[in-house]
C-alpha cells in the first residue's frame, strides 16, 4: 500500500519520475516480492507484477472479472497481481508470496461464480494465469497439453484445426478458464457418452507449496486425484492437464424446443426426469425453466436444448418413442460439426457459417450481475411436485433453474474415481438469476430470490447431506475463516461439495500442504491439530 511522505518529498520525486514509479517504490510489500521475484528468475519482473499504483493495475484485475457484483469500486482488491508467463515464474511467485503472509489466489479465467479466485476480505494477492493458454494437439495418440490459462473455446479451435473427429468433454462457454474448471471436474454436455473432464485426464502439472513443478509420476496418484475435482486452489498450482480426446461424428443435432406451463410443460418436464437420464448416451438433453410473461400472463416456459452425436432422423426417432410430450419434429434439428455444436451453445446465431476464430476472443472485462446454486436429484419429482414449483418460481418472478441430465457413462464410474461423487443422480440442477442495475438492493433481492427456491426445493433434492457442485460456486452452503475451527468449517461446504471423498481430501491436504498457504473461502482444509 501506498506510505504517506512530506508534501515536498513527493513534489521533488515527482519532477524526477514517473508518478507510477514512485507510487509502486514506495510500496514495501511490492518491493520485497519483486526484488525476491527478479532474484529466483533471474530477470527483470517488473512487467509481471503490478501495485495498485500502476496505471495497468485496473485493466489486469477487470479482464478476468466474469461476476459484476465483484466489480465495484468498494470490493476488495489485491494488493499485488502477478502475472507468470512460465512454470517457472509460478514458481518464484509460490516462494516469494509465502514469507508475506497473504491470501493467494489464483485464477485463470474468471468465472468462479462467487468472486473467490480473485476477492478476498483479508488482505490478497492474485496469481493470474491467463498468460499461460498453450494448447497441443497431438492427433497421433489423440491427446492434448492444456495450459491451466487457456479458455475452453480455444481447447476447442485448436482441436478443430487439428481434426473435424474429435473433441474433448467440457463446457459450453468458451471463456471458461481450464484450470478451475478441470480441477472443479468439468462438466458439459457429452458427459454421458464420456464422462466429465477429468474423467479423460492422462497427466498432470502443478507447482507445490515448496515451489518444485510436478508432473503426475513425481507429485503421485494421491495429488493427481485431488486435483482431478477436488479444486485446483487447494492444493497447488495447477499448471496445466494432458487429456483424452475422444471421437465424435463427422454430423451430429442441435435443437431447440420450447413449451409453456399452457401447452403441457409440466407433462413434459415431469416425463423428462425419467428420459433425459436413461435415453441414449448420445443424447444429452438439458431442461432450461424460466419464469417469463406470456400474452400479458405469467407462465413458466420450459426449453429443451440438445446435442445428439448422431443425424436428425435418428433423436427425432427416439424422442418420438421415448418423450412424445416434446412432440420433437425434425424441422425442430439442425444438422452441423460437433465444433459447429460448441458455436450454437455459446448462443451464436447461423453456427454452421460464423467465422471458427470467435471462440479465440476472450471477451476481456466483460461482466453481468449473477447469482448462481446448484443441487442434485436421486428421485423423480412427482408431478404435483413440478406443478408447485412452477408456481414458485411465478411467485418469486426471476430465478430460472438448469436441469443436467446424468446416467450414462457417468453411472457407471465408481464415486470415489475422482472427488466428485455425483455418479449416480438422476440429475443436476444449476439456480441461475442475472440482473443488468447496479443497486444494492436490487442485488439483495435477486440473492434472496435464489435462497427462498433453493429452501423450496428441499423435499425435491438429495439429502444427508445435501448435494452441491463445486464448479457452480455457492458461499451460502458455507465459508471458511481458516481460524481454530478451520477443519469443522470446511467439512460443512466440503461434504456437500465431494461427499465421503472430503477425508481423502483433507488427509491429501494436511500431507502437501500442511501450513495451508494454498487457501480460500471454500478450500479443502488441514486435518486439526492435536492438543
Known sequence: MLTTRPTFVFFLLFLSLPLSSFSQSSNPVYNSFLKC??????TPQAQNVFSQTNPSYSSVLRAYIRNARFNTSSTPKPTLIITPRSASHVSAAVLCAKPLNFVFK???????????????????????????????????????????????GEVYYRIWEKSKVHGFPA????????????SGGGYGNMLR??????????????????????????MGEDLFWAISGGGGGSFGVVLGYKVKLVPVPRVVTVFRVEQFIESGAVDMVHKWQSVGPRTDRNLFLRMLLQPVTRNKVQTVRATAVALFLGRADDVVSLLRKELP???????NCTEM??????LWWDNRLNATLIDPKVFLDRNLDSSRFLKRKSDYVATVIPRDGIESLFKK???????????NPYGGKMAEIAEDATPLPHRKMLFKIQYSVNWQESSPEIEKGFLNQSRVLHSFMTEFVSNNPRRAYLNYRDVDIGVNDHGPNSYKEGEVYGRMYFGKNFDRLV???????????????QSIPTLPSKA
Not at 489464483?106 to 476477492?119: K, Q, T
Not at 463446457?171 to 478441470?182: S, Y
Request: proline share 2%; charged share 25%.
Open 507 to 521: 488427509k491429501i491436504k494436511t500431507a502437501v500442504d500442511p501450513g495451508n498457504f494454498f487457501r480460500n473461502e
Open 325 to 331: 410430450e416434446l412432440a420433437l419434429k425434425k424441422e
Open 193 to 218: 457418452k464420456f464422462g466429465l473432464s477429468v474423467d479423460n485426464l492422462i497427466d498432470a502439472k502443478i507447482v507445490d507449496v515448496n515451489g518444485r513443478i510436478l508432473d503426475r509420476k513425481s
Open 171 to 182: 463446457g459450453v462457454c468458451p471463456t471458461v478458464g481450464v484450470g478451475g474448471h478441470l
Open 337 to 342: 460439426t460437433w465444433f459447429q455444436s460448441a
Open 106 to 152: 489464483i485464477r485463470s479465467g474468471g468465472h468462479d461464480y462467487d468472486g473467490l479466485s480473485y476477492v478476498s476480505d483479508k488482505p490478497f494477492f492474485v496469481l493470474d494465469l491467463s498468460n499461460l493458454r498453450d494448447v497441443t494437439v497431438n492427433i497421433a495418440d489423440q491427446t492434448a497439453w492444456i495450459s491451466a490459462g487457456a479458455t475452453l
Open 393 to 403: 418460481m411465478i411467485e418469486l418472478g426471476k430465478v430460472g433453474l438448469v436441469f
Open 37 to 42: 521475484f527478479s532474484d529466483r528468475t533471474k
